[in-house]
């Protein structure tokens, strides 16, 4: 099977390890549903396990924003106790400049505000940050033991001596103690630093790896759908060509399909059809060569019975036309008187004579049509006249009947060109046979422009023909049915000899009927025949 121009790609992925993995599921012994069943488990699996790794992932960015919230409050804290214990010395210093123990008490609170900002400092701090936290702790301790002399000195009004252990011993603590506070908010600032730079340099891994992991997972549903799509794909395409090769006439192709699902089974039945289809295929053509030898001899002998007739019937004219002339000179009186006796029976002999002769001509036309040397003769012609012609020479005929004859003629018709005799000849059958078929009534020949083409119409109020027997009506030496012939006499030559001369001209005929009601029948010319027809 040859489509690398059609799909380049999957001829090349199905020359590599792919094409065997097709090739491994198209083997699977299982429905082909199962199979599709379970493709589909397997990819909405993977997009499952896929959905719940970014979950995960996400989940895991949400812990990592906590943590970062936490250092920063853990530095906003540490920026407390640097602010609280400014606030402290400051308070300090106005309690000196306005010499009111009372301001000292506000240390006293912002201390406390220190220790709690400090407690909770201290609650997730590592280990070496405790011991520093321990240190500020002890110091802070002291400074307001300081704090407690100093508002005693003031309360005293001892001035200067407060002053004096505000700046050797409190400055210095709070200066020590500003220095561990330091440290501890820089350790926190730090931390903070850290901990951003893990967060940032995971939620990079973290996309990264689910960016792979989607890729990789688009890729191995893509991979999955090529395999079980080329593993139903191969197969069907397989079968195509098959197919084509039997709507080609060759039969002797078989499916070859790995598969060993509905689509092995339908290779199977195919090679048994294929199989079959070669079989039937010889006998056919077996039965073609006999028929084709049986219509050469068919064709041969119809060639022989056409050559027969034209030359019986050349044969019998001749003698028969003496007959007639001999008749008529007898009737005339030329060879003597003639008893009146005799006068009937030579009548008889010369109408029943001109009727054999007509039967005569009708065979040798159709013997001239069917041997191919029936040519028309062309040349142009007014339809008013051949209609004219026909209604004069069946007048009489009409008459003895007590039938009307009744010509409809479109005025100003233009000329035509054609065969006038044959086309005359075509409607005295046509007339003739209305004529012969109605008891009463009447008989009417039209003629009607109609485009390009002349149309021509007999119709009449006959016995009329059945349905089921119109398609038999021009065929050769057929008539409706036995009573018919029994009845009205003829050999069934007149409208198959008018329907090959309508079709030389390049014309149609047809019948329109109903039993009991009489027949139309119409037959289309061309107004100008372009070139001689011949049969």
């Excluded at 400092?121 to 301790?141: G, S, W």
């Excluded at 192709?253 to 295929?281: H, I, K, S, W, Y």
Aim: net charge negative; with cysteine.
């Amino acid at each position: 099977m040859r489509f690398d121009r059609a799909d380049p790609l999957a001829a090349v992925l199905l020359r590599s390890p792919l094409g065997a993995l097709v090739r491994g599921v198209a083997r699977i012994r299982t429905s082909v549903q199962h199979k599709l069943l379970v493709a589909f488990l397997l990819v909405t699996l993977l997009f499952i396990v896929m959905g719940a790794f970014s979950v995960q992932t996400i989940r895991r960015m949400s812990q990592h924003t906590d943590w970062l919230d936490e250092a920063h409050r853990r530095v906003d804290l540490s920026h407390q106790l640097q602010h609280s214990l400014a606030m402290q010395m400051h308070l300090t210093g106005m309690a000196l400049l306005v010499r009111n123990e009372m301001a000292l008490s506000s240390v006293l609170r912002e201390n406390n505000r220190f220790n709690d900002t400090l407690a909770r400092i201290e609650q997730q701090a590592p280990d070496a940050e405790r011991q520093i936290i321990q240190k500020i702790r002890t110091a802070q301790e002291e400074a307001m033991t300081v704090v407690a002399d100093i508002a005693n000195l003031v309360r005293d009004g001892k001035i200067d001596a407060a002053t004096e252990l505000q700046l050797t011993r409190e400055d210095p603590l709070y200066r020590s103690i500003d220095d561990l506070v330091r440290v501890v908010a820089q350790h926190e600032d730090e931390r903070m630093a850290s901990l951003r730079a893990s967060i940032q340099s995971a939620n990079r891994r973290s996309i990264v790896v689910m960016g792979a992991f989607a890729v990789v997972s688009v890729v191995l549903a893509l991979v999955g759908g090529f395999v079980i799509s080329w593993a139903f794909i191969l197969p069907v395409r397989a079968a195509d060509a098959f197919l084509s090769d039997v709507a080609a006439g060759k039969f002797a192709g078989v499916v070859e399909v790995p598969n060993r699902d509905e689509f092995g089974a339908l290779a199977t039945r195919l090679n048994e059809t294929a199989r079959e289809l070669a079989r039937l295929d010889a006998e056919q053509r077996l039965t073609a060569d006999t028929l084709r030898a049986l219509n050469l001899k068919l064709e041969q002998a119809s060639q022989a019975k056409s050559a027969f007739l034209a030359n019986m019937s050349h044969e019998l004219r001749t003698p028969l036309n003496a007959i007639l002339g001999f008749t008529e000179m007898i009737l005339d009186d030329l060879y003597g008187d003639v008893p009146a006796e005799l006068k009937e029976p030579l009548a008889d002999i010369q109408t029943n004579g001109k009727h054999l002769l007509r039967l005569i001509n009708d065979v040798l036309d159709l013997s001239k049509i069917e041997a191919g040397r029936m040519e028309l003769s062309l040349g142009d012609y007014a339809a008013e006249d051949i209609v004219g012609t026909v209604r004069a020479s069946l007048r009489s005929i009409a008459d003895d009947k007590g039938v009307e004859l009744v010509t409809e003629v479109e005025p100003n018709l233009p000329d035509a060109y054609g065969d006038a005799k044959r086309l005359t000849q075509c409607l005295l059958n046509l007339v003739g046979n209305a004529l012969k078929f109605t008891h009463h009534g009447r008989v009417t020949v039209g003629v009607e422009l109609q485009g390009g083409q002349l149309r021509y119409r007999v119709s009449d109020t006959g016995i009329g023909i059945p349905a089921d027997k119109l398609d038999e009506v021009f065929a050769e030496f057929r008539q409706v049915d036995a009573t018919t012939t029994r009845n009205f006499g003829g050999t069934g030559l007149g409208l198959s000899i008018t329907k090959k001369f309508v079709e030389m001209h390049g014309g149609r005929i047809w019948v329109e009927s109903e039993l009991g009601k009489g027949s139309i029948f119409y037959f289309t010319i061309p107004l100008r025949v372009e070139l001689a027809a011949t049969a």
